[in-house]
Every structure is written in C-alpha cells, then in structure tokens.
C-alpha cells in the first residue's frame, strides 16, 4: 500500500482510537451478566410477617415464629425469611393471566399495604411473580429454601 505521510497519520490515529476504544468497553462487554438476578424482597426493606393460604411467619421480637407450626427452629425460620431477600434469582418474562397460582402476602416495616407474591407452577419449576414487569425463576430444588 502506498500511502503519503498524512495518509500513515490518519491510519495510526484510527488504530489508537480503535484500541483506546477496545480498552475502553471491552471489561463492560465481558463482566456484564449475561442473565439478570434479583431477590423476591428488596435487602433494604425489614419484612415483618410472610403470609401463605397454609401458614404465616411472623416476627416476634428479633426471632420468627410460624403459625400452625413448620417444625423448623427459630435459626431454620431466620434463614428461611433471610433467603426471601438474600439469595439472588434469574429474572424471567411475566405470565401475564397466570392459571392457579399460590399467593403470598408480604408485610414490611414501612408499608401499610402488603407485597402481593405469586408462585406459578410451571411443569416441575416455579416462577415467583411480585408485578407485572418480570418474574423470577424457582427451580424445584431451591423451593424448600423459601418455604420450609
């Protein structure tokens, strides 16, 4: 190729710029998660009472108590209401007329009203739903970490 003085710049400029450019984005492309996480419950909220058609876990102090009884201890309810906010969840598209699903209620600390929690059966996994935005995945092995 034969190019003037000025043609040679012009090449090596765009050459810094492209690796300038690569440097630049290349660690956003490679660390960015391919799949989105999420928690059921935001960390930042205190929850004071999770409420199901088959039991409810209350707050009783600073431990939980389950009415009827879960035959868990008060650490296994603790972990039990921890992984609601803690344990992170692969988000999914909603089911918008969801057929069946169990709902929760949610009361937290600040809230009057109670955060409503769908779970949908979906063949041998779930999906937990708390709007209309996006779900999040449940498979049937995580599904005892969140209800006993």
Do not use: C
Not at 25 to 53: A, G, Y
Not at 59 to 73: A, E, F, M, Y
Not at 99 to 120: C, E, G, H, R, S
């Amino acid at each position: 190729m034969r190019l003037s003085k000025k043609g040679w710049n012009n090449v090596l400029i765009f050459g810094v710029l492209t690796i300038i450019f690569l440097f630049n984005f290349s660690h956003k492309l490679l660390l960015e998660p391919k799949v989105k996480q999420r928690t059921i419950i935001d960390n930042q909220v205190m929850i004071v009472e999770i409420k199901t058609p088959d039991f409810s876990i209350k707050r009783n102090g600073r431990s939980w108590v389950s009415q009827p009884d879960l035959g868990l201890s008060e650490h296994q309810l603790t972990l039990l209401v921890q992984n609601w906010q803690n344990l992170p969840l692969q988000t999914q598209e909603p089911i918008i007329q969801p057929k069946n699903p169990f709902i929760m209620q949610v009361y937290t600390a600040n809230q009057d009203q109670p955060i409503i929690v769908k779970l949908i059966q979906q063949g041998e996994n779930y999906l937990l739903q708390t709007d209309e935005k996006m779900s999040l995945f449940l498979s049937a092995q995580q599904l005892p970490l969140f209800f006993g």
